[in-house]
């Protein structure tokens, strides 16, 4: 009971509810929470050992790279690795390895923006039209259905083709590729938001704070949101994994950020010619893939244990 | 259950227009013309051929009126002629979606044939080395990108070992026998990446079964393991999995792309990409708009099935 | 590839391209190394089934309506013409026995091969040829690309059932050659209903199918007009089955596993590696010069042209120097085939050594001209079609080049139809891209170079008097050594005043099964109207 307090009087009476829970510290509980919990899970700890080296790797890329990545030499195209190319070069005559630090960091950078944006719009879309239903409900969903009703990557090519429309280069070429990525994750999140809204719109707490007149939207989104928060961040995590295999399909089908740019998937296509008389440079971005999208999926799958302790159980 | 089945299908309407408005737009917004790509760039009376073939397309027309008259067009199937072939796109995607849903078929009971096993035998065996190598397999088999899995496979199956062509199709109508020749490494590309997930979701759900009073119970009775895993709990914990097959079979539709066009597969999904980079509208149009039905389909087919299998979910 | 590359979808540049393609081909592969090696003589044998597996397919049916690329379409074996080509690459009869034209060149009559027919048994007369030329003529139906080769024609009458004479608006020494070159061929003027889908027209095959970008089934014509020194109806083949695959590794592994028996396009990075590993169990046909690479300046507007950037030709005189040749000999062609000073290779007979080449490569001379000159900090963009490897490799490469002297460039690869609009607008200032290779130069310096023409006018904008002047002069030049110095003139100032920068001639290996594929050899056209080879007289054995 200490931790009830009145708040305020209603129509006479004493209306309790449960503290709001400050965002910021149930966050920090639950990293608390998973790092000691990561000890106990096998999959969670090395997939965020991987990821700790991948991170790592992304913000020291400056650093670690012993070449300019875009920087071509036909002198020196196709070589094996050598203490000069740690991983060779490639078929420019560029050097793979530091290709590879350079497409990890803007892929990484690409796939977190990504998802964070879908949650971002996804998450209070779901939250509102799940907490209000009624017409707003039925409307939201109809359009996220319609747009998960876009099968496999289509939504995605249809969308990088219509941006090559808009006289965007460099970095805004990727923005428009996260601007992609993130619109079709997007219902996948609104859609988990809502369902965990609609389960816990019915508990005590929203009832209580219904009661002492809290509007709507900040039920949902201060009181709701932060109750379900762990199913969303096993389903973004394992999502990086995913988004960043898309990235990869799109450069292999040419859709992807023109070169020089480092880009794993592009890289990769381009080696295929070499795949039989060179297969090293092919093997080192699909290496890559395979290690981050394993490090994410290791991480995720971890964490869902973590944090659903039914799954945990287990 | 009639109503709320009726109350469903009614729900997809909106959905469908949904769709029709933005593939419609999608298209409307690809920069660069179809026309300027089939008039050429010589001849001396571009203008005049430019302007003919705007008149015949009906692309001078305003955008809300073509897209009535597409979508009043769309409801009788009447997809109208492809702009670069001239052919009836009805006829492009008969031959088209047949290729990509037996690939896609075939795929997804390759990957139940490898997951169902796997993944009973998981859960039967919790925390065995069986178990650990079937996690971590599964974690590997979803962290691969799928071309360069089946890029791979082509060097070793078709090069190396020359067990499997490389590339093409056949029909199965055609040749039964042959078509499985051609069949075999794509749909097992697919197949493995499905698996990786289906093995995953088999495990947890077996374990949740396993986890129940029932299973208890039966054991008290004194029924043999075997017959409680194989006669109880496996055909419970079977509904998820065919489910989540269902879904994954309609998003493979348009998702097997990037095999098909390693593998050279007529599929549907190259069909459309090929007509994105043409700007073949109305091909790119009934594509996504069929594809689209079918993917809403079987989702509510999916969704049908999941409760009459398992009535204890609530009609809301 | 070229100029066609970005007219109609992917495939119908290469189309044009590759039309090229062949070029030099037979003249090439007389002595070419590497080519089929000499085997004892065999006696062909009727009858057989080749599998033929191609980069790209073509985009319909109707083969006035769609621009057919010789080399790479299946559909190709349908289709037939007034002339052939041999391999000299010199006009030779085809439904037409013989021609001739008036001495002003105004008028051309043209002599009918009696007992000639389409596949639905109808004779090739001089009315349904009328009536081919018409149609072709019509901008509603025809490609304007087909169109543009009869675009100095005003009329065709007809005198007897077995002639047809060509009245010409301005005289036009090469009308003959431009018919094959560019694809003017007959469809059967009954059967024009079903142009779409299902063509008749007079080629050594009949058409049974076509599935795009999957097969394309043709059978043996068995009334086509030609017959071997003994007397056999050609062609040899009962069947050809295309296989449209447009990765280039998957199309070398599907030969390698005995799907295919014939394949175009092998890559560049394979072809040295394939022919040193495989050389035994598979033959390759090299043709030189499919095509001529080169980077497009846009001397229309923005920074590259005289009339928004006093500076432009300093600036183009940097970027020249930047450019090392030899890089993209290497990174791109894998050190096969020749760098490119003019546009004609040293297998072509309008090759000339008189041309003063481009500024050489000099980066550091690069970067004092981008400080000095104005404009050199600005964004510029370099474009390329996606559609062809080494466009886009070429464009990547120099854009580095570029990169490394200073430059702030930008590339874009582009689909063909966003090429065609940036390219309508002006809206680059480098295009990496190609030509095909043209048999008459007037072909290329009449089209690409000539401030009036409408290509040039387009997508560069170059004007020099001088050059106009030799190249109108040219035209009515009927001295071909004279001709080919004038042109040579031209080339110097082309490499001068760099409306463009040449860089490499596009070479194209073919491959066959050894065992399987016999007779088999490619020309100008591809292996298609090639009188006396080609695929009219490629057998299968075993």
Redesign the interface.
């Known amino acids: 009971m200490s931790e009830l307090k009145a708040d305020k009087l209603v129509d006479g009476t004493l209306a309790w509810r449960a503290p709001p829970p400050p965002l910021v510290r149930r966050i920090a509980t639950t990293i608390s929470n998973v790092w000691y919990e990561l000890r106990k899970s096998r999959t969670a700890s090395i997939g965020a050992v991987m990821l700790v080296l991948l991170f790592g790797a992304c913000i020291g890329t400056p650093w670690l790279a012993t070449h300019d990545p875009i920087k071509q030499n036909y002198r020196e195209r196709l070589q094996p690795p050598s203490e000069k190319h740690l991983l060779g070069t490639d078929r420019m005559g560029r050097d793979i390895y530091s290709r590879l630090l350079y497409g990890g960091r803007r892929l990484v950078t690409i796939a977190v923006v990504a998802v964070t944006l879908s949650l971002v719009v996804g998450v209070p879309f779901g939250v509102l039209t799940g907490y209000f239903g009624g017409l707003a409900d039925t409307i939201g969903m109809r359009i996220v259905d319609g747009l998960l009703a876009f099968p496999g990557l289509l939504l995605y090519l249809l969308f990088v083709t219509v941006a090559q429309a808009w006289k965007f280069e460099g970095v805004m070429l990727d923005v428009v590729l996260v601007g992609a990525l993130a619109l079709a994750g997007m219902p996948e999140k609104a859609r988990l938001a809502r369902g965990s809204v609609l389960a816990e719109k019915q508990k005590e707490y929203v009832e209580a704070s219904r009661a002492v007149g809290d509007s709507p939207a900040r039920i949902a989104l201060s009181q709701i949101l932060p109750n379900i928060l762990s199913p969303l961040i096993v389903t973004a995590t394992v999502r990086l994994g995913f988004v960043i295999l898309i990235v990869a399909a799109l450069s292999f089908l040419g859709l992807g950020t023109p070169p020089p740019t480092p880009d794993w998937g592009s890289d990769l296509s381009a080696a295929r010619d070499y795949m039989e008389t060179h297969p090293l440079i092919a093997a080192f971005p699909g290496l890559a893939i395979c290690y981050t999208v394993l490090a994410f999926n290791l991480f995720g799958d971890g964490l869902r244990d973590i944090l659903d302790p039914r799954l945990a159980e287990r | 259950m009639l109503a709320y089945t009726l109350r469903r299908i009614a729900?997809l309407i909106?959905?469908?227009?949904?769709?029709s408005?933005?593939?419609f737009s999608?298209?409307e917004?690809?920069?660069?013309?179809?026309v300027?790509?089939?008039?050429?760039?010589?001849?001396?009376?571009?203008e005049?051929?430019r302007a003919?073939l705007t008149k015949e397309y009906g692309l001078d027309r305003p955008v809300h009126e073509r897209y009535v008259l597409w979508l009043g067009r769309a409801l009788q199937f009447d997809f109208g002629k492809?702009l670069?072939?001239?052919?009836p796109i009805s006829t492009e995607l008969l031959?088209r979606i047949p290729a990509t849903v037996y690939l896609a078929a075939v795929g997804i009971v390759i990957s139940l044939l490898i997951a169902v096993p796997l993944g009973t035998f998981a859960a039967v065996r919790?925390n065995s080395a069986v178990d650990y190598t079937a996690?971590v397999t599964s974690?590997?088999g979803?962290?691969?990108?799928?071309?360069?899995f089946a890029?791979l496979c082509?060097?070793l199956f078709?090069?190396y070992l020359?067990w499997l062509?490389?590339?093409?199709?056949v029909s199965p109508f055609e040749d039964f026998w042959g078509s499985l020749q051609f069949l075999i490494l794509p749909a097992a590309a697919i197949g493995f990446r499905q698996a990786a997930f289906t093995t995953r979701l088999t495990r947890?759900s077996m374990?949740d079964e396993l986890s129940k009073e029932y299973v208890d119970t039966a054991r008290a009775l004194g029924h043999s393991e075997r017959k409680v895993i194989f006669k109880y709990t496996l055909r419970n914990a079977m509904i998820p999995t065919i489910t989540i097959s269902g879904l994954q079979l309609?998003?493979?539709?348009?998702?097997?792309?990037?095999l098909e066009?390693?593998?050279?597969w007529?599929g549907i999904?190259?069909?459309?990409?090929?007509a994105?980079?043409?700007?073949d509208y109305p091909l790119?149009q009934a594509g996504?708009l069929v594809?689209?039905?079918?993917?809403?389909v079987m989702n509510l087919l999916v969704d049908l099935t999941y409760r009459l299998l398992n009535p204890r979910v609530t009609f809301a | 590839m070229t100029d066609e590359a970005n007219k109609k979808g992917p495939e119908s540049t290469r189309r044009e391209f590759l039309t090229a393609t062949t070029a030099l081909a037979g003249a090439a592969l007389a002595g070419l190394p590497g080519s089929a090696e000499a085997e004892p003589k065999r006696n062909p044998k009727r009858g057989g089934t080749l599998r033929f597996g191609t980069r790209d397919d073509s985009i319909a049916l109707d083969t006035h309506r769609n621009i057919i690329y010789f080399v790479s379409h299946p559909l190709t074996g349908i289709t037939g013409g007034l002339v052939d080509f041999d391999d000299k690459m010199q006009p030779k009869p085809a439904v037409a026995e013989s021609w001739d034209a008036s001495s002003d060149l105004m008028t051309w009559t043209f002599k009918l091969r009696r007992g000639a027919e389409y596949h639905n048994g109808q004779t090739i007369d001089a009315e349904s040829v009328k009536w081919n030329i018409e149609r072709i003529k019509d901008p509603k139906i025809s490609h304007a690309f087909t169109r543009s080769v009869l675009s100095d024609v005003e009329r065709v009458t007809v005198d007897d059932k077995h002639t047809i004479r060509f009245h010409l608006k301005e005289a036009h020494a090469a009308l003959d050659i431009n018919l094959i070159y560019y694809p003017v061929n007959l469809m059967a003027p009954g059967a024009v209903d079903t142009a779409d889908t299902h063509p008749v027209n007079c080629g050594p095959f009949k058409f049974k199918s076509w599935r795009r970008l999957d097969v394309c089934e043709l059978v043996r014509f068995e009334n086509f007009w030609e017959t071997d020194s003994e007397g056999n109806s050609l062609p040899y083949l009962d069947a050809l089955v295309g296989r449209p695959k447009k990765e280039d590794r998957v199309r070398l592994t599907a030969l390698r596993t005995g799907e295919l028996d014939l394949i175009d396009n092998v890559a560049y990075a394979d072809a040295p590696a394939f022919k040193k590993d495989h050389g035994r169990t598979f033959d390759t046909w090299n043709v030189p010069q499919v095509g001529t690479a080169m980077m497009f300046f846009n001397v229309k507007n923005g920074l590259l042209s005289e009339k928004d950037n006093p500076d432009a030709h300093l600036l183009r005189q940097a970027i020249a120097h930047a450019v090392d040749h030899e890089g993209i000999h290497q990174a791109v062609f894998n050190g096969i085939g020749e760098i490119s000073k003019g546009f004609y290779s040293s297998a072509s007979p309008w090759h000339s050594k008189d041309i003063e080449g481009w500024p050489k490569f000099d980066p550091d001379k690069a970067k004092a001209l981008r400080k000095k000159a104005k404009g050199g900090d600005e964004k510029f963009t370099i474009i390329a079609n996606d559609t062809f490897p080494y466009m886009q490799q070429s464009g990547e490469l120099v854009h580095a080049m570029l990169k490394d002297a200073g430059f702030n460039a930008v590339l874009e690869i582009l689909p063909s139809p966003v090429m065609l609009e940036k390219q309508n607008k002006g809206d680059y200032n480098i295009d990496s891209t190609a030509n095909s290779y043209r048999l008459d130069p007037d072909g290329w310096y009449g089209r690409n170079i000539l401030s009036t023409a409408p290509e040039n006018r387009r997508r560069i904008g170059y004007k020099n008097e001088k050059a106009d002047q030799i190249i109108l002069a040219a035209r009515k030049e009927r001295d071909q050594a004279k001709r080919r110095l004038m042109y040579a003139d031209v080339e110097t100032l082309v490499n001068r005043d760099l409306p463009m920068l040449y860089t490499h001639f596009v070479p194209l290996m073919m491959a066959g099964n050894r065992a399987r594929v016999k007779g088999f050899n490619v020309s100008y056209s591809g292996p298609w109207s090639y009188t006396g080879a080609g695929m009219r007289r490629t057998w299968i054995e075993g």
């Open positions: 729900q909106p959905v469908l227009l949904v769709l408005v933005a593939v999608f298209v917004a690809l920069p660069g013309s179809i300027d790509t089939l008039v050429g760039t010589e001849g001396g009376d571009i005049e051929a003919i492809s670069v072939t001239r052919r031959s919790r996690q974690l590997a979803i962290s691969i990108p799928e071309f360069w890029i082509v060097l078709s090069l020359g062509p490389s590339s093409g199709y947890s374990l309609a998003n493979l539709l348009g998702g097997t792309v990037v066009s390693i593998f050279a007529p999904g190259r069909a459309i990409f090929e994105i980079l043409q700007r790119i996504v594809l689209g039905c079918i993917v809403v």
